[in-house]
C-alpha cells in the first residue's frame, strides 16, 4: 500500500485524529527545532560517553529528517547531542508545552518518538530510554509511553495482515537466509513453527488495549505501515518468530548443560524482560518461574532455566545449612556482627566452620556455572534472538551473577549497545569494585541497580577465603559514578541471603520493577483514563455479570505453563467482594492493590 | 594541537533578521560569501580556533536566528555565553534603533554579568548608509561595548571582530579560566597591548 493511502485510511479510521499524523507537519517550525534540540540536548546528557556519540549523532541527524526540518540545522542539533552549549532543556520544554498543538496533550511528541525510533525496525534500548526521559520533561503522565508502544504495535499489526505477494516471497527469502544464519549462528536452536509466525510478526495478538490504538493518534503509525510495516515488525519480534522460546539448546554448549528461556507472561510487547532465578528449592520455590509471579515489568517475560540439578543442589544445602545446622541465635549474632561492619576481624563460629565443605562446592560449582551460563545469555542477546526491541534484566543471588557476567561479555563485544535497557542485580554474588563494573555503562542505557544487604552473612561467607571478600557487591554499594549505577541497600526486607527469593515482591517494588500491583494502581491512577476504554469496560460489565473483568485487559495475561513447569499461579478473582483480602494462601487478589481497600470494589459493586 | 588549546569560548552573534549574521561567521569560518544565503533555522552552530597573543582558543559560535518567529527559542542559547556579537545594518537604520532591545534580552537571559560584547555595523560596503559610524561608536561606549564596522562581502574588519573579541575576554580574569577544568591559570599576557596594526583602524576599545 502506498504510505500516502495508508495515511489516510488511517485517518478515517481514526475519526479525524489526524492531528498526530506525523508531528512533523503539525507543529510550526520553532517547534519542531525545539523538538529535535531537546532531544540532542537530553542524548548528550543520557549518553555522554564517547563509544554513543555515534548512536546520538546518527539520532539527532535523522530525527531532523523526520521532522522535515532544514539541513541547515544539523550542525546546531549535532552540537546539542555532543553535549556542546550546555543550555539545558527548560526553554526548549517550556516553549514545547507551550505550543497550541502540545498545550492539551504533550503526548503526541512520546508518541511521535515512538513512530520514530521503531521506522526501521530497530528499537534501540537507546532511544527507550531517551523516549521516558523527554516524556518524562514534558510531564506526560507515566505509562504512556508503553500504551504508545501498543497502539503503534496494533496499528502496524493493522496493516501487515495482508502482505501483498511480492512482499511474502521477499519476506520468505529473508527468512531463509536468517534460518540460515540461525543454524550457523548456534546450530542448535529449533526453528519449528517459524514460519508461520513470521508472517505475522510473530504477533499472537493478545487483547491488550484494544481502544489504545484508536485513541491516542494511531495515525503516527501510518507514516510506517507502509508495506515497510511487515518487515519493521519481523525485525522487533525476532523474524524467525520463534523468539526466545524457540531458543532450546539440542546439546551442551560448553560446559552448560540446561539453558531455557520459560514464559513468564504470554504477552507481545515492544520491550522484553528476563528474569534469573538464583537457586532452586524444594516446596514452593521448586521452579525457576516461582519467584517471578508478580514480576509484570513487560506484558512478554521470560525466566531463564539453567542449570537446574546445581541449583536444586544449592538449594538444598542452603535450607540444611540454615534451617539445620546453623542455630537461630548464631545466625542472629552473626548477621548483627557483619552490619556493625567489622567484616575483617570476623571470627566465623566454629560450627559453621564445620560445615563449611557442605556449602563450599555447591556454591562453587554453581558459581563458575552462572558466568558461563551469563557469557552464553550474552551471545544469545547479541545474536537477537528476542528481535530488535530492548531488554531487561532482573536476577538475584546466582541469577544475578548470571546478568553480571552477561554484560561484562557484552561489554567486550561491539556492537552491543543498545541491546539492555535496564537491569537490576539483587544479592549479587560478584566483586564491587567500580573498576570492574565501569564497562557495563557502555552496555546498559537505563539503569544498573545493585540490591545488597549489608547483614548478609552467608554471602559474606562465601567470600571468607576470597580475596574479594571485602568487596562483594551484594553486601555493599557500588561506587561508580556514572547516573546508570543505582545502589540500593535492601537490609531492611532482606534479613538473609534466602529472603532475596521469599520477598521477591517486596523487592522488585523497591527497586523499582513494576509489578502486578503497580500496574494496577497506575491504572486506578491514570490521568487520562481513555474514555472509549472506560466505555468498554462498562458495557462488558453490564454485559457478563459473572464474569469478572478487570479494568486493565491488556495486563491481564494467563500466567504460562509450560510441561516441565508444573507450579502455576491460581486464578484468583475475588474483585466481585468489596474489600477483598486475598486467599488463604497469602497470595493477593491479582485485581487489588492492597487488601484493606480495594480499589476495583466500585467495579464489584457493579458485579454484584 | 588539542594540547594546545587554552580555552574554549562561547560566542553568540545576535541581531535584527536580515543585517547578516550568518555572512559574518560564514566570512570568519570559512572565508567565503553568499548574496542569496538562506535564513537561519533556529540557531547555526561552528567551532574554530583562533590564536590571538599566542593563544589558541577554540571558538563554539552560535548564530541566532534573527526572524521574529524564531525568537523564542533564542534564550536558552545566552547561558554560559563568554561573549556577544551584536550585529545591525548600517544601511537600515531601523536594525540600529532596535538594538536596545536586543541589549534588554541580553540583560535578562545571560547569566554572568560580566560578558564582553561586541557592536558590529555590518554592510559597509553598500552605498547607502543609514547610520553614521560616530552614531555606533557612541551608542557603543555609552553600553560599554567594543565597536567595529564591517562587511561580510569585502571581508572588511570581519576577522578584527573576532579576534578583539576574544582578546578582550582572555584578558578578563574570571570569565574563562572556570571555564578550563583541568588547566591551571595562565595569566601570562595580562599586558596584552602588542595588537596587530592592521586592526587598529577600526577597533577602539573602550
Not at chain 1, 66 to 79: F, R, T
Not at chain 1, 81 to 106: I, Y
Request: a negative charge; proline letters at 3%; glycine letters at 10%.
Amino acid at each position: 500500500m502506498d504510505p500516502g493511502q495508508a495515511a489516510v485510511s488511517m485517518q478515517d479510521e481514526s475519526d479525524g485524529k489526524a492531528a498526530a499524523v506525523v508531528l512533523g507537519r503539525a507543529l510550526s517550525e520553532p517547534d519542531r527545532f525545539a523538538y529535535a534540540g531537546l532531544c540532542g540536548i537530553c542524548l548528550s546528557q543520557l549518553f555522554p560517553e564517547k563509544e554513543q556519540r555515534s548512536f546520538c549523532t546518527k539520532f539527532v541527524e535523522d530525527l531532523v529528517d523526520w521532522l522535515d526540518l532544514s539541513k541547515s540545522v544539523l550542525p546546531a542539533m549535532v552540537a546539542f547531542a555532543s553535549g556542546l552549549g550546555g543550555e539545558g532543556t527548560d526553554t526548549f520544554t517550556k516553549l514545547l508545552l507551550e505550543d497550541p498543538a502540545l498545550k492539551s496533550n504533550p503526548t503526541v511528541v512520546t508518541q511521535d518518538l515512538v513512530s520514530f525510533s521503531l521506522r526501521d525496525g530497530f528499537y534501540d534500548s537507546r532511544s527507550r530510554v531517551l523516549i521516558s526521559h523527554v516524556s518524562w520533561l514534558l510531564r506526560v503522565p507515566p505509562g504512556t509511553l508503553e500504551i504508545c508502544e501498543e497502539s503503534l504495535m496494533q496499528s502496524l499489526k493493522q496493516h501487515t495482515e495482508e502482505p501483498s505477494e511480492s512482499v511474502q516471497a521477499s519476506r520468505k527469502k529473508k527468512e531463509s537466509r536468517k534460518k540460515l544464519k540461525r543454524y550457523l549462528l548456534i546450530g542448535l536452536a529449533t526453528v519449528g513453527g517459524g514460519t508461520v509466525i513470521g508472517l505475522t510478526g510473530g504477533l499472537a495478538a493478545p487483547l491488550v488495549a484494544a481502544g489504545a490504538a484508536t485513541i491516542i493518534g494511531s495515525a503516527g503509525a501510518a507514516a510506517l505501515a507502509s508495506t515497510a510495516g511487515i518487515a519493521i515488525m519481523a525485525s522487533l519480534f525476532g523474524a524467525a518468530g520463534a523468539g526466545l522460546t524457540g531458543y532450546k539448546m539440542k546439546k551442551r554448549v560448553g560446559a552448560i548443560e540446561e539453558f531455557e528461556f520459560l514464559p513468564l507472561t504470554g504477552g507481545r510487547q515492544l520491550h522484553i524482560s528476563i528474569a534469573i532465578t538464583g537457586w532452586l528449592s524444594t516446596g514452593k520455590y521448586g521452579s525457576f518461574v516461582a519467584p517471578w509471579q508478580s514480576l509484570l515489568h513487560s506484558s512478554e517475560q521470560y525466566c531463564l532455566a539453567w542449570e537446574s540439578k546445581y541449583l536444586m543442589e544449592l538449594g538444598n544445602t542452603l535450607d540444611t545449612l540454615l534451617n539445620g545446622l546453623m542455630n537461630v541465635v548464631a545466625q542472629e549474632a552473626l548477621k548483627f556482627t557483619i552490619l556493625s561492619g567489622i567484616v575483617t576481624a570476623l571470627t566465623w563460629p566454629a560450627s559453621l566452620i564445620t560445615v563449611a565443605s557442605v556449602i563450599d562446592n555447591p556454591w562453587g560449582v554453581c558459581l563458575s556455572r552462572s558466568a558461563e551460563v551469563g557469557k552464553h545469555l550474552a551471545h544469545i542477546l547479541l545474536s537477537r534472538q528476542q528481535g530488535r526491541r530492548p531488554v531487561t534484566l532482573i536476577g538475584f543471588s546466582l541469577g544475578a551473577r548470571v546478568i553480571y557476567f552477561c554484560l561484562q561479555e557484552l561489554a567486550q563485544e561491539s556492537g552491543s549497545e543498545g541491546i539492555i535497557e535496564d537491569v537490576v542485580l539483587l544479592g549479587a554474588p560478584v566483586e564491587g569494585d567500580a573498576d570492574r563494573w565501569e564497562p557495563l555503562t557502555r552496555v546498559v542505557a537505563g539503569r544498573i541497580v545493585n540490591g545488597y544487604c549489608r547483614g548478609d552473612w552467608l554471602l559474606s561467607f562465601v567470600y571468607r577465603s576470597s580475596s574479594a571478600k571485602l568487596n562483594v557487591a551484594g553486601l555493599q554499594p557500588v561506587l561508580l559514578k556514572d547516573r546508570r549505577m543505582v545502589n540500593m541497600d535492601l537490609s531492611s526486607v532482606v534479613k538473609g541471603h534466602l529472603d532475596y527469593m521469599k520477598q521477591m515482591d517486596t523487592l522488585l517494588k523497591a527497586v523499582g520493577i513494576k509489578t502486578k500491583e503497580c500496574r494496577l494502581g497506575e491504572q486506578s491512577g491514570l490521568l487520562y483514563q481513555p474514555p472509549v476504554i472506560a466505555a468498554q469496560q462498562e458495557s462488558k460489565l453490564v454485559a457478563n455479570d459473572s464474569v469478572d473483568t478487570g479494568p486493565d485487559s491488556s495486563w491481564d495475561w494467563e500466567p504460562v505453563t509450560t510441561g516441565r513447569d508444573s507450579h502455576t499461579v491460581e486464578q484468583i478473582n475475588c474483585c466481585s467482594v468489596k474489600g477483598c483480602a486475598g486467599n488463604e494462601t497469602g497470595q493477593r487478589c491479582r485485581n487489588c492493590a492492597n487488601n484493606n481497600d480495594c480499589p476495583f470494589g466500585e467495579l464489584g459493586g457493579a458485579s454484584q | 594541537m588539542e594540547e594546545d588549546i587554552l580555552t574554549t569560548l562561547k560566542i553568540l552573534i545576535i541581531g535584527e533578521s536580515g543585517v547578516g549574521k550568518s555572512s559574518l561567521l560564514l566570512r570568519f569560518t570559512d572565508d567565503t560569501f553568499d548574496p542569496e544565503l538562506a535564513a537561519t533555522i533556529g540557531v547555526d552552530f561552528k567551532v574554530k580556533t583562533i590564536s590571538v597573543d599566542g593563544n589558541k582558543a577554540k571558538l563554539a559560535i552560535w548564530d541566532t536566528a534573527g526572524q521574529e518567529r524564531f525568537r523564542t527559542l533564542t534564550p536558552s542559547y545566552y547561558r554560559g555565553a563568554q561573549g556577544v556579537i551584536l550585529v545591525y545594518d548600517v544601511t537600515r537604520r531601523d536594525t540600529f534603533t532596535r538594538l536596545d532591545n536586543w541589549l534588554n534580552e541580553l540583560e535578562t537571559y545571560c547569566t554572568r554579568n560580566d560578558i564582553v560584547k561586541m557592536l558590529v555595523g555590518n554592510k559597509i560596503d553598500k552605498e547607502n548608509r543609514e547610520v553614521d559610524r560616530n552614531e555606533g561608536l557612541k551608542f557603543a561606549r555609552k553600553h560599554s561595548m567594543l565597536f567595529i564596522e564591517a562587511s561580510a562581502k569585502t571581508r572588511d574588519g570581519v576577522q578584527c571582530a573576532f579576534e578583539e573579541l576574544v582578546e578582550k575576554i582572555i584578558q578578563t580574569p574570571g570569565l574563562w579560566e572556570s571555564e578550563t577544568n583541568n588547566r591551571g591559570v595562565r595569566l601570562s599576557n595580562e599586558d596584552g597591548g602588542g595588537r596587530g596594526g592592521s586592526c587598529s583602524g577600526y577597533c577602539s576599545v573602550l
